[in-house]
């Protein structure tokens, strides 16, 4: 085959480009994370190819053009990022040129010089190939190159990650930070770590490892919603961590001893004022899911209140079901007073229980603790009757009526202070009261009210993890 001017130009065109790959040329860095070529050698090739098949197949040099542009750019894209050597920073597609030739014995079938966006940069990288066969007697010459043009480009945003972003104060998270340039990790970069005021994060500074990643580890300092910042070059990235939601478990358990004194009663006269009923009791109830937290935090920023009332309530009641064990024993009415006998009573079963939270009123500066209100009572089926009792002091009193549920309110002087609350450990609250005295008559009664009670306040915080 006759050498043309055109083979000749393509010749030496080649050893220019080949030239300039291999001294002038930035190549992307490849390792064991995703970061590969955007235009392997091995698509150089596959190009070559496709240009000879074509030709064979006296496809319109239009046709020949569309079917090379998309094959290079099913691979390469405007803007693509990588991380090229020489220098070792991220990079953008900013252009492309792709040079075509393609000639037989007889005449050149392609010849054509196509540019995509801006292809002037010093920071290149080319594929190059040429494919030279003869088939049937007939000799056939290809030649393809793709210029690919890159201009410096910022990184991609900063990835921050942690492995709990809902902490309790004092508890720990890692936290990974990830630098890449599109499918490429930046190692050995130094990046700068910062957090509010509520948190804290160590090492401040950290370095990238041959994957793109550094760890460090943050801390929850106080219950409050907290950003860990990271920042490269001018870019910045925040990742938020959240006090977790945490809710507290209430039991009860109350303790009680009582009795009521008289010295007439139902026509009835004694010599003196004696016990003419006794009782005790104890009820245990447990009290799940109380957001004692977001009373507090309400709380924190309620305004001075000067009020006769006892308690403003913090949310709504909370309902528990309860057991009570409970004696009686109380003089038999059925007989005469000169011969009056003790009937003695035992009953345990389900009962009812309900809390409620507010804040003591009266002349307060700020509010520092919650004040509880407390309710007890139900229903027993006894000897199949509906027997209804209460625990107000000093009972329990029980009635043998079909009425509905009776219960008994305590606003008791009970503080439970915030900062037992935000600590987010377990504690106790004891609570005591004793009234009445057996010969002492309560003023506009026939009888007066003796008994003691005792209560135990066993809170406990629960953390619900998200789902």
Not at 15 to 30: C, G, N, Y
Not at 340 to 367: C, D, N, Q, T, Y
Not at 398 to 410: A, P
Request: contains cysteine.
């Amino acid at each position: 085959m006759k050498k043309t001017k055109k083979r000749s130009k393509s010749v030496l065109t080649f050893l220019f480009v080949f030239l300039l790959s291999s001294f002038a040329i930035s190549s992307p860095i490849f390792g064991e994370n995703s970061c590969r070529e955007v235009f392997t050698q091995s698509d150089g090739n596959s190009l070559c190819n496709l240009l000879v098949s074509e030709v064979k197949k006296g496809e319109d040099v239009s046709e020949i053009i569309g079917r090379v542009k998309s094959f290079v750019f099913d691979k390469v894209h405007m803007g693509q990022k990588r991380v090229l050597h020489n220098p070792d920073k991220c990079h953008k597609i900013q252009g492309v040129k792709i040079d075509l030739f393609c000639e037989d014995a007889n005449r050149v079938k392609v010849d054509e010089d196509l540019t995509f966006g801006k292809a002037t940069s010093s920071t290149i990288s080319v594929k190059s190939c040429q494919h030279n066969e003869k088939e049937n007697g007939k000799e056939i010459f290809a030649q393809v190159s793709v210029l690919i043009y890159w201009a410096p480009s910022e990184n991609d945003p900063i990835i921050l990650s942690a492995d709990k972003k809902q902490l309790s104060p004092d508890e720990t998270s890692e936290v990974q930070i990830k630098l890449k340039c599109g499918d490429c990790y930046l190692s050995g970069k130094k990046i700068a770590l910062h957090s509010s005021a509520s948190g804290e994060i160590f090492p401040q500074e950290v370095v990238t490892d041959k994957n793109g990643i550094a760890t460090a580890v943050f801390k929850l300092k106080e219950p409050k919603s907290t950003e860990v910042t990271a920042s490269y070059h001018g870019s910045e990235s925040t990742l938020v961590f959240h006090p977790a939601r945490l809710l507290w478990n209430l039991e009860v358990t109350v303790n009680h001893k009582g009795k009521t004194c008289a010295k007439r009663y139902l026509g009835c006269t004694f010599k003196q004022r004696q016990p003419i009923y006794y009782s005790q009791f104890t009820y245990q109830a447990k009290f799940e899911n109380i957001p004692l937290n977001n009373y507090v935090a309400w709380a924190s920023n309620y305004p001075i209140i000067h009020s006769p009332m006892k308690m403003i309530p913090i949310g709504k009641p909370i309902g528990a079901k309860s057991r009570v064990h409970a004696k009686t024993k109380s003089f038999d009415f059925d007989h005469p007073c000169e011969n009056w006998r003790w009937k003695e009573r035992s009953f345990s079963g389900a009962a009812k229980g309900i809390v409620s939270f507010g804040l003591p009123l009266g002349k307060i500066k700020k509010p520092a603790s919650f004040i509880i209100s407390f309710i007890m009572g139900g229903v027993l089926e006894t000897d199949k009757k509906k027997i209804i009792y209460t625990m107000d002091p000093p009972g329990p009193y029980i009635r043998q009526k079909n009425l509905s549920d009776y219960f008994g309110q305590f606003t008791m002087p009970v503080y439970i202070p915030f900062k037992k609350i935000k600590s987010l450990q377990p504690f106790l609250i004891n609570y005591t009261f004793s009234m009445g005295d057996c010969q002492k008559k309560t003023p506009g009664t026939a009888t007066n009210v003796v008994g003691t009670w005792n209560f135990t306040f066993k809170f406990y915080p629960v953390r619900l993890r998200k789902t």
